[in-house]
């Protein structure tokens, strides 16, 4: 929990920010004479406006353990907008149903099983295409350029381009 009354703003964000990377929810308590000033991009998990009952607060906090901490379901990966069901072959950005073929869907499974790391070419050959895939790894360029056609837009972009070495999906946050 985090009591706004008691840190700056700098340091604040440096707990949300540390909270998120151990995807621990972020409580943030104001009180109603600080509403003017508080700043919204803050964004924690849950907000709650002091005072309040203890029974209110019980609740509250449990929603927001509950909220961040659910079983997404081992079949089904979000990543932002982005929401890949895996035993459906579905996927949706911004709740928007996007059609991939099977090697697109099995390309961004795997990327986005793993943010962060890269891939390289011959890498995602291996895994996607299999060992006996006689093609060149320009088959992967076609199929990284065809997904992010799908999937990617303007101000949402979800893979990379890591240099003369391959790709890799994007770190949420």
């Known amino acids: 929990m985090l009591d706004l009354s008691t840190v700056d703003l700098g340091q604040a964000r440096e707990a949300v920010e540390q909270c998120r990377k151990l995807k621990i929810p972020v409580v943030a308590v104001l009180s109603r004479e600080a ?7 803050l964004n924690p998990d849950e907000l709650i406006i ?6 209110e607060l019980l609740v509250r ?3 927001v353990i509950y ?10 990966l979000k990543v932002g907008e982005l929401s890949i069901d895996l035993e459906r072959y579905d996927v949706t950005v911004a709740g928007r149903r996007v ?3 099977y ?19 011959e890498n995602l050959l291996s895994q996607v295409w299999g060992y006996d895939y006689l093609g ?4 992967v360029d076609v199929h990284v350029r065809r997904l992010r056609s799908k999937i990617e837009a303007p101000g949402r972009s979800f893979i990379e381009t890591v240099y003369l070495v391959g790709y890799r999906f994007k770190v949420p946050g």
């Open 50 to 55: 002091h005072p309040l009952s203890d029974s």
């Open 103 to 121: 090697k697109e869907f099995q390309l961004l499974v795997l990327l986005a099983s793993n943010p962060g790391r890269v891939y390289s070419r």
């Open 61 to 63: 906090i449990n929603q």
């Open 136 to 139: 060149g790894t320009r088959t």
């Open 35 to 41: 509403l003017e000033t508080y700043d919204p991009s």
């Open 67 to 76: 909220r961040v901490k659910r079983p997404v379901g081992a079949r089904i």
């Open 99 to 101: 059609s991939l073929t």
